[in-house]
């Protein structure tokens, strides 16, 4: 027996998990401005620890960058369509680059 002998060691499969980093532009219409919509969004992005901004749109609708793991995104966006006085009729969504940021912001127009 032979106890300083080196086990050979199996290569481990890589697994993605759900906290990976990603960056996503989205676009809400509907009944979306003068709802409270911004507010709440970034009520929930900071609660999660997302990053990125949140605004309103003259022709009304209402964008937003999220920068976060895809599962705190989805809960949020989840939690936005259950708000009653909210009505969420189209989201658009697309994946972006990721930016350096240090927190959530709101911002005007």
């Keep these: 027996m032979n106890f300083f002998r080196k086990?050979?060691?199996e290569p481990q499969p890589v697994i993605m998990t759900d906290n990976s980093i990603i960056r996503?532009?989205?676009r809400f219409t509907g009944i979306v401005q003068?709802?409270?919509f911004r507010v709440e969004v970034w009520k929930?992005?900071?609660d999660l620890g997302l990053r990125g901004w949140v605004k309103n749109n003259?022709?009304?609708s209402v964008e937003c960058e999220l920068q976060g793991s895809q599962e705190k995104m989805d809960?949020?966006?989840a939690s936005?369509?259950?708000i009653p006085r909210i009505h969420i009729e189209n989201i658009s969504v697309h994946q972006i680059p990721l930016k350096q940021e240090s927190g959530f912001e709101m911002m005007g127009y």
């Design 7 to 9: 086990k050979k060691k």
């Design 24 to 26: 996503r532009h989205y």
């Design 34 to 36: 003068g709802v409270g």
């Design 44 to 46: 929930r992005a900071v």
């Design 58 to 60: 003259y022709d009304g």
């Design 75 to 77: 809960h949020l966006v």
């Design 80 to 82: 936005m369509k259950k």
